[in-house]
C-alpha cells in the first residue's frame, strides 16, 4: 500500500505539469489564435515525445534529448548478423562479375548451350576448323538464338533479383561500426560476440546517421525470398556471406521497427522537425540488357580479333613464300610513319600501306629479275601459235614495269622535298584541331593520295593477274604430248640455264601467292 502509494505521489507533478500546459495551450490559444504554427509543432513534437516514451522500443529519452542504448542495441544486433559479410562483400557494388553472375544464375540448359558457342575460345575453335564464312555464320546463328531465349519474365526476374542485391550490398556497407563507436567509444570493430557498453548520448549526434540509414533501410524489400540472392554471393565468394537462419530472425525485427516508425520518430524529435519525413529510393537496377550487349560486342571483338590474327599468319606464310622472309619494308615515305602526322587530322591517314608496301617490293626485287628472264625466254625465243597470248604477256610485262618506275616517283614525291610530300606538308602547317575547313584541305590531299596508290596497286594487280594466266597455259601445254601454244619448247628449253619447266612452276607459283598477298593487304 504504502508502495502505490509513493508511485501515485511521484507521478503527480507529471500529471500537474501536463494539466496545467494544457490550460496554458488554451489560454494562448484563445489570446494569439489556434493557428501559430511554432506552436503547432512543439506541441507535435510533445506527442511525439510521448509516443516514444510509451514504444516498447527504448530508443530515445526526450528528458534530456538522449539516444539511448536500446537504439545502440538495436544497430549492434544488425551488425552482428551481417558484419561478417561486410569484409567479403567490401567492392562487390562495383563487380562486373557480381553482375554477370546474377544473369547466368538463371540460364537453363540451353541458354548455356547457345552462349558456350560463342566464347572467345569457341570462336577460336571454329575460325581453325573453318572457313571463315562458315564459322561466322554459325557464331550470329547461336547468338541469335541466345538472345531470343529470353523473354519478358526473365528479364524481369534478372533485373529484379540484381535489385534486391543492390539493396542488400547497400544495408550490410553501411557503417554500423561508425555509429555504435558513438555509444561506447571502446567497442572493437568486427567485435560480435563481446557485450559492448552503451551509454545514452545526445540524439543530435546520431541524428544524420540516422537518416542515412533509414534510407537504405526503408527501400530494403523485406518481404521477399532473399535466396536467389544469397545463392549468387555464395558463388561470388564460394563460401555463404551470411547465416541465412540468423538472416530470417532479423528480418522479424526489422519489420516489426520499420511498422513502428520509432526511428523516424527520434529523428523528429532531435532535429525539432515533426514534419520529417524519409527518403525511399525505390529505383531498379536493369543488367540483362546491358550483358546482352556486351556479350554481343565481345564476340564481334573476338570474331575480329581472330580473323586479325589468322589473316596475318596467312600474310607471313605468303611473304615467306614470296620474299623468303616475313619481314619487307620497300616503302620509304608512304609508310605507317607518316601517320603518326597525319592521323589526328584526318583520322585514317594512309590506308593502303601493307599492299604498296609489298608490291613495291615484288616489281623492284624479283619482277625485274625471274619474270623478265622468263619472259623474254619465252616471248622472244619462242613461236606462239596464238600471236595474242605473246603479245598480251609482253604487254603486261612492260607495263608492270613502267608501274614500278611509277611506284617509285609517287613514293619518292611523298618526300619533304617531293611535289606531293610538300604540298601536304603545307596544308597540315596551315591546320589546326579548330579550324575545320583547313583540316579539310589536309583529308582531301591524303584522299587524292590514297587514291593514286590504289590505283597503282589495282592496275598492278590486273597485269600479274593476266601474265599468271598465261604462265598457267604453257605450264599445262608442256603437259601433252602435242604442245598447241608453242611449236619449239624443245628449242626454248636449250636457251634456258635451268629446266623450263620448274622456271615456269617456279615463277607461276610465285605470282599465284603474291596475288594472295596483295588482295589481302587491300582489305581494311
Not at 593502303?352 to 608496301?357: H, P, R, S, T
Not at 593514286?452 to 597455259?473: M, P, V, Y
Not at 623450263?500 to 601467292?513: A, C, G, H, K
Request: hydrophobic share 40%; glycine share 4%; with cysteine.
Amino acid at each position: 500500500m504504502a508502495e502505490s502509494t509513493r508511485k501515485a505521489t511521484e507521478s503527480e507533478p507529471d500529471s500537474v505539469a501536463d494539466a496545467h500546459d494544457n490550460i496554458l495551450e488554451r489560454l494562448l490559444s484563445i489570446v494569439f489564435g489556434g493557428n501559430n504554427p511554432e506552436r503547432q509543432r512543439k506541441r507535435q513534437l510533445k506527442q511525439i515525445g510521448k509516443d516514444l516514451g510509451r514504444s516498447k522500443y527504448k530508443f530515445y529519452r526526450a528528458r534530456g534529448d538522449l539516444a539511448m542504448p536500446g537504439l545502440a542495441r538495436f544497430f549492434f544486433d544488425i551488425y552482428a548478423v551481417i558484419g561478417p559479410a561486410r569484409s567479403l562483400l567490401q567492392n562487390a557494388r562495383d563487380s562486373q562479375g557480381l553482375r554477370d553472375l546474377v544473369v547466368e544464375h538463371y540460364f537453363t540448359t540451353e541458354q548455356q548451350r547457345f552462349r558456350d558457342a560463342f566464347t572467345e575460345a569457341t570462336i577460336r575453335e571454329l575460325a581453325e576448323k573453318e572457313e571463315p564464312k562458315q564459322a561466322v555464320a554459325r557464331i550470329k546463328s547461336a547468338m541469335q538464338q541466345f538472345y531470343t531465349s529470353f523473354d519478358s519474365q526473365s528479364v524481369e526476374r534478372t533485373n529484379r533479383t540484381y535489385t534486391l542485391l543492390r539493396q542488400f550490398l547497400d544495408f550490410v556497407l553501411f557503417d554500423y561500426y561508425f555509429v555504435l563507436r558513438k555509444f561506447d567509444a571502446s567497442i572493437g570493430e568486427d567485435s560480435f560476440d563481446l557485450q559492448p557498453k552503451f551509454e545514452p548520448i545526445n540524439a543530435s549526434y546520431v541524428s544524420d546517421d540516422i537518416k542515412d540509414f533509414l534510407e537504405i533501410f526503408l527501400s530494403l524489400e523485406l518481404d521477399t525470398a532473399w535466396d536467389d540472392v544469397f545463392d549468387v554471393l555464395q558463388q561470388y565468394r564460394a563460401v555463404d556471406v551470411i547465416d541465412r537462419k540468423a538472416w530470417k530472425k532479423l528480418v522479424v525485427m526489422l519489420v516489426n521497427v520499420r511498422k513502428s516508425d520509432v526511428l523516424a520518430q527520434v529523428v523528429r524529435m532531435a532535429d525539432g522537425d515533426p514534419y520529417y519525413e524519409p527518403t525511399i529510393t525505390t529505383g531498379r537496377h536493369r543488367i540483362l540488357e546491358p550483358y546482352l550487349e556486351k556479350l554481343k560486342i565481345q564476340a564481334e571483338a573476338h570474331l575480329r580479333q581472330v580473323s586479325l590474327e589468322k589473316r596475318n599468319r596467312k600474310i607471313e606464310r605468303l611473304c615467306q613464300e614470296v620474299f623468303g622472309k616475313t619481314a619487307v619494308s620497300r616503302a620509304k615515305f608512304y609508310t605507317d610513319k607518316a601517320n603518326v602526322t597525319l592521323g589526328p587530322r584526318v583520322g585514317t591517314g594512309f590506308v593502303y600501306l601493307d599492299a604498296f608496301n609489298y608490291l613495291k617490293a615484288f616489281l623492284i626485287d624479283y619482277f625485274k629479275k625471274d619474270v623478265r628472264e622468263l619472259q623474254d625466254l619465252l616471248v622472244i625465243r619462242g613461236k606462239w601459235t596464238e600471236p595474242l597470248a605473246s603479245q598480251q604477256l609482253s604487254d603486261c610485262f612492260h607495263s608492270l614495269m613502267e608501274l614500278s618506275t611509277k611506284l617509285v616517283q609517287f613514293d619518292d614525291s611523298l618526300s619533304d622535298e617531293g611535289e606531293l610530300g610538300m604540298k601536304l606538308k603545307k596544308a597540315i602547317g596551315r591546320s589546326s584541331e579548330r579550324d575545320k575547313a583547313s583540316q579539310k584541305v589536309v583529308a582531301t590531299i591524303v584522299d587524292e593520295i590514297n587514291a593514286h596508290a590504289k590505283r597503282l596497286i589495282n592496275e598492278s594487280g590486273q597485269h600479274l593477274i593476266s601474265i599468271g594466266k598465261i604462265l598457267k597455259l604453257a605450264i599445262d601445254d608442256r603437259k601433252k604430248k602435242k604442245p598447241e601454244l608453242l611449236m619449239n619448247w624443245k628449242e626454248v628449253e636449250t636457251y634456258s640455264e635451268a629446266s623450263i619447266d620448274e622456271r615456269l612452276t617456279s615463277v607461276y607459283r610465285t605470282v599465284y601467292f603474291f596475288m594472295q598477298l596483295l588482295q589481302l593487304s587491300m582489305k581494311p
